[in-house]
């Protein structure tokens, strides 16, 4: 039985190698998406044998500079590129692919702990140090908060978990805009510092009073406490997959799809999520490579959708997918565009 | 006569009627090669630091970049002191620790310990050696730091609170949790090269201290430690070495904040651990060449070091021959 199943995998290994030399399709970029983008490319080569997919995660900042430089056919990033980068990749188009949030996860004795995001600001800027500081308090009524000292935990490597954090206390607060600002490391006015979000985690976990922050992904096959965060239409919600694709439906998206969906207007908006984005050429050089990572893009945008969720991240919503076809139609390989509706 | 084999072995003097066979010039120019190798690299990697390097210097000046303390990516403002300082600091701390025990170690193995007991103990030296730093890291954060934060450091500071360097909250992580972790890990090279420079204390100095009367430990302190200092000083600047550019486990223990305090019990931040936590999302020039810029810091600190080291060495090894032994 086993020498069958040996013989069976190695008659496959044979014919995919000869079935006409597999195309072979490089990337870099983002590793927050690297799980979801691996179950894809296997997806689709199971589809489509003679296509394979070569997906690098060495992070945001080299997924930009490999793909600006021009190593690998397409990248990915979690935070858009920035107007110098742009600048230096003339014909990068932003395809997003899912989206992910970031939670805040606590260490503390108290039971669906509610933040405003003034609140969660002042904690981070260390103006809130303890627990039961009336200002935690006047949110949380009814609910006995800990006589603790908070201790704030972040991420210590540069990542998009931090860029999309930052981003979203730049918007709720001046002060936090002015002192750190937006970036994938920050000059942090208070707190240590984990690597990675098992870092961060391993820090939440085992120092008491702390506060910190996840990928909801992370967090959800933890199974780690999530405060529950006004939103900006004045709700408070709990993370989840549907309030984060819900953040996506209350932004106006742009053409080129560069846009921060925190503090996302919705009634049911998660406040702290952002699109993971797939950059590719307006006009492909490779004529067999480019037709091929097309027709990749649109199965991604519409069937591969349904693999985000098992793997907790959130799906696209409706009319970002609408206005994705318009764009993936309008990319082309040589000058001439790629038919793709019928390759659906 | 190809000047490479001289450096070797005087037993290429021996054949002087073959100097000019042609197999032994290609060898000779074969191992000039290697050797030359190793010059050819070294200067393309400060080369290609330099030239990484060179925006940042060039917007923030080499003394500004020294002798600040400012890390902010955002906006373009960097300062290598707080790095500096929690290297030096964290190294030192495994260096006090590790150099005590590693030679303890050492003359238990080689001189006091009982048979039985050596064949394990070196055994678990060379365990010590081989586990991967990414192990110690995750152990010194789930097992070590709890225990420093409950229970090492409150009774360090009940009774040793009135040192500067024991004051302040104990968290767990920070200078001090960085540098036991770093302890563990260079004690095995310190320990097993240290035993090596004890086996070569000829015997006859042993004897001759205890045959005038001196006790198991006399015969140590005058006879075997004299001969073997040299020897224990390199050890400890291999060590050193290892510890200066070790990354993973410090960066998982010590807190990661650019932060300059006197307390051992507050976080730092070290090099080697700020280039690996943003080496890999640094966009920007600047915030590149700064993390490349530390790198080129860390090879100066590293080169000091082990000009001090040769130093170091000569001059104690020139002590005891001419007075003291």
Known sequence: MKKFALAALLTLGASAALAADPILITGAGATFPNPLYSKWFSDYNKLHPDIRFNYQSIGSGGGIQQFTAGTVDFGATDAPMNDAEQAKAADAVHIPTVLGAVVVTYNASVQGLRLTPAVLADIFLGKITKWNDAKIAAVNPGTKLPDAAIAVVRRSDGSGTTYVFTDYLSKVSPEWKEKAGTGKSVSWPVGLGGKGNEGVTGLVKQTPGSIGYVELAYANQNKLPTAILQNKDGNFVAPSIAATSAAAAGVAIPADYKVSVTNASGKDAWPIASFTYLLVHQDAKDKVKGEELVKFLWWAIHAGQATAEPLEYAPLPGPVVKMLEKTIQDLKVQGKPVPVAASK | ?325
Do not use: C
């Open chain 2, 1 to 325: 006569m190809p000047p490479p084999s001289d450096i070797s072995a005087p037993a290429a003097h021996s054949t002087p009627a073959r100097a000019g066979n042609p197999g032994d010039r290609a060898w000779g120019w074969g191992i000039t090669i290697f050797g030359g190798s190793l010059l050819v690299v070294a200067g393309l990697i400060l080369y290609e630091l330099g030239r990484v390097a060179a925006p940042s210097w060039g917007q923030l000046g080499y003394f500004k970049f020294l002798f600040s303390s400012a890390w902010d990516p955002v906006q373009e403002k960097f300062g290598a002191l707080p790095f500096i300082y929690g290297t030096l600091v964290t190294s030192g701390v495994a260096l006090l620790i590790a150099l005590p025990v590693s030679v303890g170690l050492a003359l238990f193995l080689s001189e006091m310990g009982p048979r039985a007991l050596r064949a394990p103990v070196a055994y678990s030296i060379e365990v010590l050696a081989a586990i991967p730093s990414v192990i110690y890291g995750l152990w010194g954060l789930f097992v070590m730091v709890p225990w420093l934060r409950s229970s090492v450091e409150p009774f360090l500071q009940k009774t040793l609170g009135f040192l500067p360097i024991f004051q302040g909250p104990p968290i767990g992580l920070g200078y001090l949790a960085a540098g036991v972790i770093l302890a563990l890990m260079i004690l095995p090279t310190i320990a097993s090269v240290t035993i090596e420079v004890l086996k070569t204390v000829p015997p006859s100095l042993k004897e001759g201290a205890l045959a005038l009367g001196a006790t198991r430990w006399e015969s140590i302190r005058i006879s075997v430690l004299p001969y073997a200092r040299p020897g224990i000083i390199g050890a400890s600047l291999l060590g050193l070495g290892r510890a200066l550019g070790e990354t993973m486990a410090v960066t998982m223990v010590i807190g990661n904040s650019p932060e300059i305090h006197a307390s051992l019990f507050a976080p730092g931040y070290s090099l080697p651990a700020v280039i690996a936590n943003e080496f890999a999302e640094a966009t920007g020039d600047v915030h590149v060449g700064a993390l490349a810029a530390l790198g080129l810091v860390l090879f100066g600190i590293t080169l000091i070091l082990n000009a001090i080291a040769r130093i170091l060495v000569e001059a104690v090894a020139r002590g005891p021959k001419g007075s003291r032994a």
